[in-house]
């Protein structure tokens, strides 16, 4: 029996950005798939229903595919893979895989001699770094910096050191409701002429990049939205 194709899809970024995030194969990739892995169903039902595509979405079938999820469940999981169906890996944000638990489902294909296709989509974590200005030769993704300000105080320093003898961009994320505390993190900690970016809602209405040395920005009075945002530096 052949084997079905794990498709791996990514997700908006922002709200209502379909036109523009994502390209019209993806639907019709999509109208052929039934069964899907997803961090949350609502969200999925909700998204998937939002490209009109489907007659019915209660036809589907949804499991959910979190941080909590064991590498030694996915068999029971993508099972459908190896009766024939193909299944999508759909993210909550972004693409699967980058940030994201789909890494799991992904390496479980490949090792079970499933077929991986990666849909195109929109990723703020790489549109970030292309808008930066910064070095997208050799970059770093570091998740979230610690929450206690001292122990944030001491990666942000970490980080810039080795940012510095690396010649490599460091990324992170926050929650959107410390946006703000993380950016007043970062300026207090990194060096004058290290060159800090922040990209906030990226693909949105309201998005906002700018990338600037430490000491510019610290000559700036700027208060940022509570909307997903990627902080990237760069030491030299």
């Known amino acids: 029996m052949n084997k079905g194709i794990l498709y791996l899809i990514p997700n908006l970024i922002a709200p209502d950005t379909h036109d523009q995030a994502l390209p019209p194969d993806m639907k019709r990739t999509l109208a052929t ?4 892995l997803a961090e949350d169903v609502r969200s999925a039902r ?14 589907l079938n949804f ?12 068999g029971a999981l993508l099972d459908p893979l190896l009766k024939g169906n193909s299944m999508g890996v759909l993210s909550e944000s972004g693409c ?46 570091h998740g979230y910096l ?3 300000a001292k122990d944030a105080a001491q990666a942000i320093k970490t980080l810039e050191k080795e940012s510095r003898s690396r010649d490599q961009t460091q990324i992170f994320i926050e929650t959107p409701y410390r946006n703000n505390t ?3 993190n970062l300026i207090k900690s990194l060096q004058d002429q290290t060159r800090l970016c ?12 700018i990338s600037l040395p430490v000491k510019k920005w610290k000559t700036i009075n700027i208060t940022f939205p509570k909307t997903p945002a990627v902080f990237l530096f760069l030491a030299s």
């Open 63 to 74: 499991q959910i595919l979190d941080k909590e999820t064991r590498f030694e469940t996915m």
């Open 96 to 141: 699967p895989g980058i940030a994201d638990p789909g890494a799991l489902a992904a390496r479980w294909a490949h090792e079970n001699g499933v077929k991986v296709i990666p849909l195109v989509g929109p990723s703020s974590i790489l549109l970030a770094l292309m808008a930066s200005g910064l070095n997208g030769q050799r970059f770093a993704f």
């Open 182 to 184: 993380v950016f007043s």
């Open 33 to 36: 798939l039934k069964d899907f």
């Open 146 to 148: 610690p929450i206690d």
């Open 46 to 59: 909700r998204f998937l229903s939002s490209l009109k595509i489907y007659e019915s979405i209660e036809a």
């Open 198 to 209: 922040v990209a906030a809602d990226v693909t949105g209405k309201g998005e906002l990049i």
